[in-house]
């Protein structure tokens, strides 16, 4: 049956035609829609015409037409990246979506009833109404967050994929000549905007038509242009190279020595030392010049064929005896090193043994001799005055909001990265009527002579590594030149080259039209150097180029830091002495540094501590409210106390430009997490700089408010906090955190209404969370005794009781109802009758919970307890025996120490207590910090809310140590911060002498004296064993994975095996708990040559086990908040990058919040070939 309905085809809406129909018995329908055909109007993007490829550091000024959008005004968001972010993290910018809900008129429902002898027809009353086809409107973020819910519209746009009718998948992979995957290989359909980016493994897959042609580009290699030959095929394509690959970084082990100077292995010698000699033969001319050469001739006349030439200390054991001989860079044989002018000689390096070999291997094993010449030398002069690429930014510029001016244009200026590579450019416009366009481009940053170097991550004392560097020819016409090398310690930015034995820096190449070439330069890294800035340049003719950055050394070595605490009471004199420093024998400790920290006005002690709390490197809720913290109390010192503030004025006006590690947030970041101790290296005015920066008002105000934003973020939206995104909400966080801004509440009272108001709106959910859950465990543990027939009973007292102190701090602006009320009174009478069983946190709990719910007598009763129970003296001051670290947070010392200083100042306004009791405080401070973020929130509080306030040291303190003048001269330096009643002096690894073992305080003052003593020293992880004695352990194997169609095959890895470039690598880690632990930190060492796969952080479940993983740098690292005590298997994979011997570091897994309960495996070493 055929029937026709007229319909409208110029409609702006769809038409729905439903079919009912009955046939024997039996009744049908059917639904048809007829789409209209919507054109939406769009904003076209043009650009003037732009160059695909710019020069780097070039300044460009762009200009685009917004066309099709009439008289009205756009706007536009421009961004350029380096388009190989995108493997990590892709972001679509998807156009503004005018396209209508399909709201139809309902059609009723229609039931055919045969049941029985009663015969039913349709039910034809209709309710129908008249529907308006109303546009969908869609409100897209592009990553901006505008409200508390997880930019749903960025992973929104990251899961979609639109696919056009009639595209299929073509999937493929993406080679290099030598069969190895490319990864970041744009793949594009021609003709179109359709493009994607090959993985890591250089897979790719797109959505196209058969015939449809598919570009494959890669920055310095050759496009290659591939044909679907039918829809879903697979097309794999090979690259050659544009641009040669990299050789690969080769890294080595070697023992270097701690300098230049005192390695016999390597002597320097000038032109001028062969002035004047009468012998014209080059060769005889080094006779008796060079220790440990020896020049003997067969036939007793110089210039003999029969010459050799000897270098005492160097043998063969296959009788050969010639050393190497190295000119310019290039090697000669012995008749061309014979016949040299010794007039044309600038300088003569000559190594023997160990410095010969580790750099020049079995050639060198006779030693080896290396000469630049005068030529060489002004060729070296003009490499030295090429520019070095430096500025490697990976966003070229980020405009959120351009307008267009009358005539629909935009024009914007940047400055290009200097970085080679490939950008991607996108521009996204839009008006007030909803119509949008988006343009999007790629360009390179390229020059005719360009130097890639291939650099690892980081560099680690002892190893040698093989430097690399391609060199491309970019012009139509051959090119020769040389290359340089140059190497500085990139602190007090002096040459490192002979250091790092870099005696051969200057390279010769040889480059044909359109070709490439490689360099490389073997060099050792010594110890006792933090940082290194490179420079790798290049120059033929008048084509330059050269690219500079700067490593992190990582130790091969663990700090130490051992303390004294210092407390001299009123008009004492004490001596205190470091034992182990006195009576040190071993051979491979190194002195890290002395500092002395002495004063009178405890308040400095937690203002020094701060910087640690701001430039934490995890970003957990709890880390964030700490450096949130740390900003908002070093903001409030600062305020209330003058005099300290116009110290870091005078540090801020006296203080050095920032340093280039300073600048380099990424090499900071590095070494913040692997290395804390390299910013102490840097001078004391450095320092003091870098301190005083971080403590400007306007600086602290804007890091508190971004501190602040991020923790409001992670709030969820129960209210309760997680350890780390994408974790549950944790309660003992989530109080830590409520009790924390209880503390700044009352340090801020009256000082800064805004920063409370901000405060109060984050409190206020999170005390809901926390009643919440507090019914609720109330309600099962009614249930409980109810089932067992007992008398109520708190089970967990600690967690009650912290709730109840965390509550405390709100019990009047945000009062509980009549109902919680009641509960909290039954629980606050349970601790009034059985305080008595607490340990001593819980006591403290108790006391203040008690107090601020208005009992007045039981918080005293237990205070008076606990005096009695206390330990008085003077090395100590006053503590608890029974004050003991566990694996539980409960169970903290200093937490504790704390809590009970905070009672005896709140309750009893007890100041001479809270005095004594700082000394135990300040005797456990290791360094500039509490063991950790949490314990250090904790004490600075303690410090600055509780006790005396004293002032001035200056004339009322005699100290001796050391040397008297150096003391002097050091003391003289603290003049400023004397007058506040503190002195900090430092002292440097080469400034400690044996003396220094020994200190002398005479205070003359009325006050007492605080302070600490700390000597830091390293000692090799080489020495390191597995620990075993412990409430967990922690082991490390590694395997070599291959991907089997039955599955993943793994083999272990075992001594003395090579692991091979490409090799995908997988790491097992295998944890004992032996104990339930909460808050568990495991932090697993990477060698140089690994690149993790996964990059991306985040949280995971696997195995009941569930865990954040941070994957930087260095190290990968796990958190957990909670390991139930038995075996757990962690794996991850990593892809070998890099060609050498490599040492991959230990791993350890401690309690975040008690460091002392910790484990770590062996160390391991890898050889990769």
Known sequence: MDVKIPFNKKSKTATKISFDAVWQNQFYEAVVVANANQAFPKLEIESETLNNKLLPGSTQTWSFTIKDSGKVPAEVLASMYDVSLDQFNKQEWDMLNQENYRNYNSIPHRYFNNEGSSFSGF?????????????????????????????????????????????????????????????????RREGTNEGVQTDFDGAYTIYALAGDKLMFTFIGMATQTGIVEKAGAELNITLEDDIANLDAVVVEGYRATGGAKSNADIAVFSATTFDGLPNKDFVQSLQGQIPGLNISTGSGSSGSANTTVILRGAGSINGNTDPLYVVDGVPLNEAEFRNLNADDIMTITVLKDAGSTSLYGARGANGVIVIKTKQGIKELEALQQVQARKNLDETAFFFPQLKTDKDGKISFSFTTPEALTEWKMRLMAHNKNAVSGYLENTFVTQKDLMVVPNMPRFLREKDTIVVTAKITNMTAEAKKGNALLQLFDALSMQSADLEMLNTNAMMPFELAAKGNTTVSWKIAVPINMQAVQYKILAKAGDFTDGEENILPVLTNSMLVTESLPLWVKPGATKEYSFKNFKENTSATLRHHGMTLEYTSNPAWLALQSLPYLMEYEHQCAEQVFSRYYANSLAASVLNSNPKIAEVFAAWRKDGKPVSKLEQNEELKSIIAAESPWLLDAQSEEEKKNRIALLFDLDKMKNSAQADFNQLSEKQMASGGFPWFDGGKENEYITRHIMAGLGHLTKLLAGKNNEQESKISELTKDGIAYLDTKFLEEDKLQVSVAKKNKKEFRIHNPYSALHYLYARSFYHTQLKPDVSLQSVINKYLKHSKDNWLEYSLYEKGMAALSLHRFGDSITPKKILAHLRETSSNNEEWGMCWIANTAGWDWYRAPIETQVLLMEAFAE??????????????????????????????????????????????????????????????????????????????????????????????????????????????????????????????????????RKDLPSGPHLQKLVPGAGLKIGDLITIRLVITIKEDLDYVHLKDLRAAAFEPVDVLSGYEWKDGLGYYRSTRDAATHFFFDRINKGTYVLEYNVRVNNVGEFSNGITTIQSMYAPEFSAHSKGVRVKTE
Not at 129 to 137: F, H, K, Q, S, V
Not at 152 to 173: D, H
Not at 945 to 959: A, H, K, L, Q, Y
Not at 999 to 1022: A, C, H, M
Request: charged letters at 25%; a positive charge.
């Open 123 to 187: 039910n034809l009353h209709r309710y129908d109404r008249e529907r308006i086809t109303m546009p969908e409107d869609i409100f897209y973020t592009y990553g901006f967050k505008i409200d508390e819910l997880a930019n749903i519209s960025r992973v929104y746009a990251l899961k979609k994929q639109a696919v056009t009718k009639g595209l299929k998948t073509v999937t493929g992979v993406v080679l290099d000549i030598q069969g190895m995957p490319i990864p970041g290989a744009s793949v």
């Open 907 to 1040: 309750i009893d306004a007890d100041t001479k207590s809270v005095d004594a009791m700082k000394v135990w405080l300040i005797k456990n401070k290791q360094g500039k910090n509490w063991p950790t973020t949490k314990s250090t929130t904790e004490a600075v509080y303690a410090l600055l809310m509780t006790g005396t306030d004293w002032t001035s040291v200056r004339e009322n303190t005699v100290i001796t140590l050391g040397d008297a003048a150096a003391l002097t001269r050091k003391l003289s330096e603290n003049e400023k911060e004397a007058g506040t009643g503190y002195i900090k002096l430092s002292w440097k690894a080469d400034e400690v002498k044996n003396e220094m073992a020994q200190l002398k305080i005479e205070n003359k003052s009325v006050v007492p004296g605080y302070g600490g003593f700390y000597w830091q020293y390293f000692e090799e992880l080489d020495k390191i064993k597995s620990s075993r004695e412990s409430v967990m352990t922690i082991s490390k194997d590694i395997y070599t």
